[in-house]
């Protein structure tokens, strides 16, 4: 699907798409465009080329925007996932939460998720619960009632788990926190770029995604909030462009949302190249991109399941996302035995060093599909890892 408008797939399988995504032609174009042709600053030139990059910037918002369902001042572009959460965590919550209030999160969330939970434990003396996974390792309902209780503040967690790659069901979860007061976070990280995500049915509180992981260039993210929200959220950055006036400590005067939120010069290419990936991604269609990736996954499975030395992690998932172990072979063995025949996996812990207290294990093997994987790609792959004692030996070589 779409493989003519990644030149680098000519040459390479590409297995690590919840780590980053390839770029399509058109959005290094786009980005090109922006540093050949009008590499301004914008909301400060009175000048033809500020103005388009004015224009290109908003139009991004406008895209990202209307991708999730939201409101334009509802956007507002960070760094990435990471940035995202910590600004929200940070801003927000950091100002509302007292002594003993409970956050709710699970032992699968990647580290961006769970760190900044850590510090307000040390910082304000909050109390992390963590929903108890079932023997799929996927989170349900049951299991989060077991852990909701009056104190229960926040509950934050991912739509899509990186290792275990379950989709948890985000709007039965947000009805039920806010029909008892409590504001749902969500990192996006592995949803936004692989099925239709929609802020307003899912009713979430706040919700971070990356750019690189939608086809996207690196170094920009999304933060959507709820307008009231976003209003209360404290800048953890202030400077340029976020202002309206400053004329003494008492008195600073700042600019609306999203622009109060991102001060100083933004990562304008970043932002315009994200714009563009939207508009890419929207043009396949996110509904066909998630049934590819989950005939390829089922695809993939059915292939490996009755491979004795391999031990899958999440054969009930339904995403692209699958996590094994092959006996007596270490992770990233495996990963530099496939790199020598031009096939990128993930190997290691995937940023989810607690995720062993729930599972057992402590490091993987991680292939992620994308709309551009084929089913030739993973005979490949299987081809490969069907001969345990080639595996062995070629890793002495």
């Known amino acids: 699907m779409n493989r003519s408008d990644f030149t680098i797939l000519d040459n390479l399988i590409y297995f690590d798409n919840s780590a980053t995504t390839l770029k399509p032609k058109c959005v290094v174009d786009k980005i090109s465009d922006y540093y050949t042709n009008y590499p301004s600053n914008i909301h400060r030139g009175e000048y033809n080329i500020s103005f388009k ?21 509802e956007i507002v572009f960070t760094s990435g996932t990471t940035d995202s959460l910590n600004i929200i965590i940070n801003g927000y919550f950091k100002n509302i939460l007292n002594k003993g209030d409970e956050v709710i999160i699970t032992k699968a969330e990647h580290a961006s998720l769970i760190l900044p939970w850590f510090n307000l434990v040390n910082e304000l003396g909050i109390v992390i619960k963590y929903i108890k996974l079932d023997d799929n390792n996927h ?59 929609d802020v ?133 063995d495996v990963g530099y035995y496939l790199n020598k025949y031009n096939i990128c996996v993930r190997t290691g812990n995937h940023c989810d060093k607690i995720l062993k207290d729930e599972i057992g294990i402590d490091q993987s093997i991680r292939v992620s599909l994308y709309f551009y994987n084929t089913k030739e790609e993973i005979d490949t792959l299987v081809d490969l890892l069907s001969d345990k004692e080639r595996i062995m030996k070629e890793m002495l070589i």
């Open 53 to 73: 990059a004015d224009d290109e910037y908003n139009k991004a918002r406008e895209s990202i925007a209307s991708f999730l369902g939201a409101r334009n001042d």
């Open 139 to 197: 989170v349900t309902i049951d299991n989060l009632m077991d852990v909701i209780t009056d104190n229960t503040k926040v509950i934050s967690i991912a739509q899509i788990t990186n290792v275990i790659g379950d989709i948890r069901p985000i709007k039965e979860i947000t009805k039920i926190a806010h029909e008892r007061g409590i504001k749902v976070l969500v990192d996006g990280a592995q949803s936004v770029p692989h099925m239709k995500v």
């Open 200 to 332: 307003k049915d899912l009713d979430v509180d706040f919700l971070a995604f990356s750019g690189h992981k939608i086809c996207g260039p690196t170094g920009i993210g999304v933060l959507y909030g709820k307008k009231e929200l976003l209003d209360e959220l404290k800048p953890q950055r202030l400077g340029g462009g976020m202002n309206a006036s400053f004329d003494s400590p008492e008195c600073i005067i700042l600019k609306d949302n999203p622009i109060r939120l991102e001060a100083g010069t933004p990562n304008i290419a970043g932002a315009i190249g994200l714009g563009e990936a939207i508009r890419y991604v929207n043009s396949i269609g996110m509904d066909n991109i998630y049934k590819h990736e989950c005939e390829l996954k089922d695809y993939f499975i059915n292939k490996i399941k009755d491979i004795d030395y391999i031990k899958l992690l999440n054969n009930e998932n339904d995403s692209g996302i699958i996590s094994f172990t092959i006996d007596g072979i270490f992770p990233q």
